[in-house]
């Protein structure tokens, strides 16, 4: 029996999450979602760099543990994961746009992560925001994968 859209269309799981010391619903991200946002605050690659234990010739690696390119990847989690509970929760920054509104135009969706990056990273303190992020990765099931796989 072949399967429609309209057979899989349902709601996102959600759950309660703590945002600035209120309560709010957060939902689970689409792919859609979750690729818009890769696009908008996409992941800093590691500089090359010679592989000392290979000699001058060898060809550049990538250096993960450079110190500059490590504190990349943490303002990269930080403001990935502001957009991500922006998202899930309906935050409307002080334009008062929503997600929805914005997500089918790149000015605005750029426009509006800025705003949601600026305005939460003041109100929100880091291990809310952990917290928030990790409760959007379990309604992505993220937790489900990686048992999965064994991790």
Request: charged share 25%.
């Amino acid at each position: 029996m072949p399967i429609t859209l309209a057979d899989l269309t349902r709601d996102l799981e959600t759950c309660t999450v703590t945002l600035a010391g209120r309560e709010a619903v957060a939902r689970g991200l689409s792919v859609r979602d979750t690729m818009l946002i890769n696009s908008l605050v996409p992941m800093p690659q590691p500089p090359l760099s010679r592989d000392p234990n290979r000699g001058s010739s060898a060809p550049l690696v990538p250096n993960p543990h450079d110190p500059e390119y490590k504190a990349q990847l943490q303002r990269w989690y930080i403001d990935q994961s502001l957009v991500m509970a922006a998202v899930s929760v309906d935050y409307r920054p002080e334009d008062g746009k929503s997600w929805d509104v914005v997500r089918d135009n790149v000015e605005m969706c750029n426009h509006w992560a800025g705003l949601v990056r600026r305005e939460l990273e003041e109100i929100l303190c880091e291990g809310e925001l952990v917290s928030i992020r990790e409760s959007i990765d379990r309604l992505n099931g993220f937790e489900v994968a990686e048992e999965a796989q064994g991790n």
